[in-house]
């Protein structure tokens, strides 16, 4: 007997309205588990995998990949009923649904998050693949585009491939697996054999060479595929993007050389969070050149030291500790404005925010607590964060938190800025390029390293005084680091 659950869009950060179907990971008539991902979606805040709360046939894919989603809306349907479902779900081993309060007063949070308590082990993508099918499947290797982090195999390289008839429910067009065939039949289809849409087979390509092709305003359905198996990579996207300019240079999809490009995600988020900080914290800038070359000689000793072993020592490594240092001693600093209740938050830890520039847009992860960690720990952490941020695979929870914000200017080649608070916090330093300029040293003009930093701070917090001795400890730990043992 059917018994069919829907799961309604999460919120997977805090406040989030909606999120854009990036990929759907699971098909109709698929059999799945508890926590096994569903689709990949993209929110105001990065791109996430969405785990199943039950256990089942997926009888309904209610939106079509790219279409965005408000939070609360369903967007599949699962029979947990009969022997797929058995008694698997959410609610049956104890985790409730999201949102919802259970027996033992405790509120369900998205499946998949929280505290561990099994061990960690890779899940089947499709459990009705064999072992021995995916063993014959076609490898694709891992792109290195914008430094991302590699990601696996399309699901359709490995799933046996369906026959679809479509079937309308609610306006929208779905389709029903009809007939199996193998594996290997699949691998050796073309890409572009079907059309993408709802019960059809997509074009083989990974989530980033989709988001390139649908920047560029290229179907991918017209692309064909010179990876292993048929996938298409951004090599093909590229040619195909040859193949369609026009002589005067004009953009895909545009006869004037205008491009349109719709506003959401992490660009839509981080406008409405720039605008309403903008307008509602007083901004002031300081500026600060700093000769830091006794920073960078140390910086190439710690680099050696066995501590440092495989971990990168960056210039921003030595900078992040002089912010935590400086805050130990300006604790106002690392605070907030409580509009409703007409207070200053003065928190008990520096949750450090990095500012990272990824294909999506710009968005500021942070490592919690990271006054308590050593300078090896403090270097693994940053390089973790921003190396999984711009790969967009960073957790929801990294995303928000933060009390005071780095953000490194300098890796473009620019000295420093006015930077804009991050929404809730009082203060933002701008670490500018590291350059070989004249400079009196002892007496004399001589090469040295030298950087600017721009700190912006909120003037209802932070006055004059505290923002200039804030940043000159900064400076000052970065000019002498002998003198953190001041602090």
């Not at 710690?302 to 210039?315: I, W, Y």
């Not at 929404?423 to 330093?429: D, K, N, R």
Request: a neutral charge; glycine letters at 12%; one cysteine or more.
């Amino acid at each position: 007997m059917a018994d069919l659950r829907q799961f309604k869009l999460p919120d997977v950060g805090e406040g989030l309205t909606e999120g854009e179907i990036l990929s759907w990971l699971v098909a109709v008539g698929d059999t799945v588990t508890v926590n096994q991902p569903l689709c990949e979606v993209e929110t105001a805040k990065a791109a996430v995998e969405l785990p199943s709360p039950y256990a089942g046939t997926v009888t309904e894919l209610l939106y079509e990949a790219g279409t965005t989603v408000d939070v609360g809306s369903p967007i599949i349907t699962i029979d947990v009923g009969g022997d797929g479902g058995g008694s698997t779900s959410a609610e049956s081993t104890g985790s409730g649904l999201i949102g919802e309060t259970n027996a033992n007063g405790r509120t369900a949070v998205l499946v998949g998050y929280g505290p561990r308590t099994t061990e960690a082990r890779r899940r089947p993508r499709r459990s009705g693949t064999s072992a021995a099918a995916r063993a014959t499947a076609p490898q694709v290797p891992a792109e290195a585009d914008h430094g991302s982090a590699p990601e696996r195999p399309p699901l359709l390289a490995t799933a046996p491939d369906v026959t679809v008839k479509p079937v309308r429910h609610g306006g929208l067009e779905i389709g029903r697996a009809a007939e199996a065939h193998s594996t290997r039949d699949v691998a050796a289809a073309p890409s572009s054999a079907a059309a993408p849409g709802r019960g059809a087979l997509r074009p083989l390509a990974k989530p980033p060479v989709r988001k390139y092709a649908k920047d560029l305003g290229i179907d991918l359905a017209t692309v064909s595929g010179t990876g292993p198996g048929g996938v298409i990579t951004r090599a093909d996207v590229d040619a195909a993007r040859g193949a369609t300019s026009t002589p005067t240079g004009a953009l895909p999809g545009s006869s004037t050389g205008e491009q349109r490009i719709p506003i959401k995600g992490v660009r839509k988020h981080t406008a409405a969070a720039m605008v309403s900080s903008a307008f509602t914290a007083p901004h002031v800038t300081e500026f600060l050149t700093v000769d830091v070359t006794r920073a960078m000689k140390l910086r190439d000793r710690l680099a050696a030291r066995p501590e440092f072993a495989g971990v990168k020592v960056s210039p921003l490594l030595l900078v992040a500790k002089a912010v935590l240092l400086a805050a130990q001693r300006h604790p106002m600093v690392n605070s907030s404005w409580d509009e409703a209740a007409q207070e200053i938050v003065v928190h008990g830890q520096v949750n450090l925010g990095i500012a990272a520039a990824t294909p999506r847009g710009l968005v500021v992860p942070n490592v919690k607590d990271a006054g308590r960690l050593s300078l090896p720990e403090l270097a693994t952490a940053l390089t973790e964060l921003t190396g999984t941020a711009r790969a967009g695979r960073t957790a929801p929870a990294d995303m928000t938190g933060g009390t005071i914000t780095i953000t490194n200017v300098g890796v473009f080649g620019v000295d420093t800025g006015t930077p804009i608070l991050n929404p809730g916090e009082s203060a933002i330093l701008a670490f500018g390029a590291v350059r070989a300029m004249p400079w009196v040293h002892k007496g004399k003009v001589v090469p040295r390293q030298v950087t600017t930093l721009g700190l912006s701070f909120d003037h209802r917090i932070i006055d004059g005084e505290l923002g200039s001795r804030f940043l000159a400890d900064v400076g000052a730990l970065l000019h002498d680091p002998g003198v953190a043992l001041a602090f």
